[in-house]
């Protein structure tokens, strides 16, 4: 069965600082793993994706995100924090049959000015 | 494309009482897609449809609860005998085969306060 694990459920940076938020997933075949991001009140919008194609994944408002198959992780990353960041994040595999996505329990992000 | 709506966005039902929501999903989309999220937890899957057809159902998805997508368009999500513990944000979202992966849209939910 695949899971994900969120292994911070808070990170705490000042803006302009770097941005690192973990995440693990547990599967028995190369997964294809998502961040999503959700403001509060508001649905969950998709940051980026990595489905087996570059290990090295760019999203929007520049995060990016590695597949370490050997780590079993997918880290996200952004260089430099912005108080617009602040948000709720979770990760997520996805299933080859009909797209059902398993999410992380989340990593709230605040951002200090 | 108007994205994936949800309505009621808020809804307060006392214990006991039936509730319905709706999802409009983007309209070329065939697939849809129901998930729960509880407070400080991640959305968890509920069901799914292809076009008319529901194709999976979760555990999570008691006897009290039934969905249906009639002519595969948009779809309703009903819990009857609501319960303190069904307090939570229903998440619609949809996608189409034919983009894969990439189609995969959320709505911003419909938040259920059972008192």
């Known amino acids: 069965a695949q899971s994900v694990t969120q292994l911070d459920s808070h990170v705490s940076v000042s803006e302009g600082t770097p941005v690192l938020l973990r995440c693990n997933y547990s599967?028995?075949?190369?997964?294809?793993l998502f961040w999503y991001v959700q403001h509060p009140n508001k649905g969950l919008q998709l940051l980026l994706k990595?489905?087996?194609?570059?290990?090295l994944v760019k999203g929007i408002n520049g995060f990016e995100a590695e597949f370490k198959k050997s780590e079993t992780s997918f880290h996200l990353t952004k260089p430099s924090a912005h108080m617009s960041d602040a948000a709720e994040y979770f990760c997520?595999?996805?299933?080859?049959?009909?797209?059902?996505?398993?999410f992380g329990t989340g990593t709230r992000l605040l951002v200090s000015p | 494309d108007t994205g994936v709506s949800q309505n009621p966005r808020h809804k307060i039902t006392k214990r006991g009482q039936n509730v319905t929501f709706r999802c409009d999903p983007i309209?070329?989309?065939?697939?849809l897609y129901w998930y729960r999220q509880t407070l400080g937890q991640g959305p968890e899957f509920l069901t799914y449809?292809?076009?008319?057809?529901?194709?999976?159902k979760s555990r999570l998805l008691s006897d009290r609860f039934s969905a249906e997508r009639p002519k595969g368009s948009f779809s309703t999500l009903e819990i009857q005998r609501t319960e303190q513990g069904d307090s939570a944000m229903y998440l619609c979202?949809?996608?189409?085969?034919?983009?894969?992966?990439?189609?995969?849209?959320f709505g911003s939910g419909t938040r259920l306060t059972v008192v």
């Open positions: 979202a949809s996608s189409g085969t034919d983009r894969g992966f990439a189609g995969y849209t």
């Open positions: 599967s028995s075949y190369s997964p294809s």
């Open positions: 990595y489905t087996s194609a570059a290990t």
């Open positions: 997520a595999s996805m299933n080859t049959g009909f797209q059902k996505l398993v």
């Open positions: 309209s070329e989309h065939n697939r």
């Open positions: 449809f292809q076009n008319e057809a529901q194709l999976e």
